[in-house]
């Protein structure tokens, strides 16, 4: 059975790339500003638009009230982690209507935390510190668009 978790790189970011990511709102949660930064800025460079949230609670509220395709959820926050909080926002009407990707975007090793990743219902892994290719290929695989 493949790995549905995999994040084999499959393509080399040149210029044309600059604009895979338009069109797609990627709502990230992190309690590290500097984390949101980097994200967003990555993510921007793409072409795609991102929602920053420091924790889980902010997170929900903005899940309900943005235009969100696809969550970069950070695993270890105060309060409630990122497992608890992509349970949480699996349970609103909003994600029941309009399923979409949560992936874990976290400094934890894919097989630390594999397992509660599959039972909380995450759709994908990427490593912090992580790489351009692996956010972009990550990300395009899991909202279905070719490259």
């Not at 909003?94 to 309009?98: A, D, I, L, S, V």
């Given at each position: 059975?493949?790995d549905?978790?995999?994040?084999?790189?499959?393509?080399?970011?040149?210029?044309s790339?600059?604009?895979?990511?338009e069109?797609?709102?990627?709502l990230?949660?992190d309690?590290n500003?500097?984390?949101?930064?980097?994200?967003?800025?990555?993510?921007a460079k793409?072409g795609g638009?991102?929602f920053?949230?420091?924790?889980a609670?902010?997170s929900?509220?903005?899940?309900?009230?943005?235009?969100i395709?696809?969550i970069?959820m950070?695993?270890?926050m105060?309060?409630?982690?990122?497992f608890?909080a992509?349970k949480?926002?699996?349970?609103?009407e909003?994600?029941?209507?309009?399923p979409?990707?949560?992936l874990a975007?976290t400094?934890?090793s894919?097989?630390?935390v594999?397992?509660e990743?599959e039972?909380?219902?995450?759709?994908?892994?990427i490593?912090k510190?992580?790489?351009?290719?692996?956010?972009?290929?990550?990300?395009l695989?899991?909202?279905?668009?070719?490259?």
């Open positions: 059975m493949e549905r978790f995999s994040n084999e790189p499959s393509f080399i970011v040149n210029k790339d600059w604009k895979l990511l069109g797609i709102n990627i990230v949660v309690d500003p500097i984390n949101l930064t980097v994200a967003d800025k990555t993510l793409f638009t991102s920053k949230c420091l924790s609670e902010e929900l509220v903005a899940f309900k009230s943005k235009p395709q696809l970069l950070d695993l270890h105060p309060n409630i982690d990122g608890a992509t949480l926002i699996r349970e609103t909003e994600y029941k209507n309009n979409i990707p949560i975007y400094t934890y894919y097989n630390d594999k397992l990743m039972d909380c219902g995450m759709s994908g892994y490593g510190p992580f790489t351009h290719i692996q956010v972009i290929d990550t990300i695989e899991a909202v279905g668009v070719q490259k």
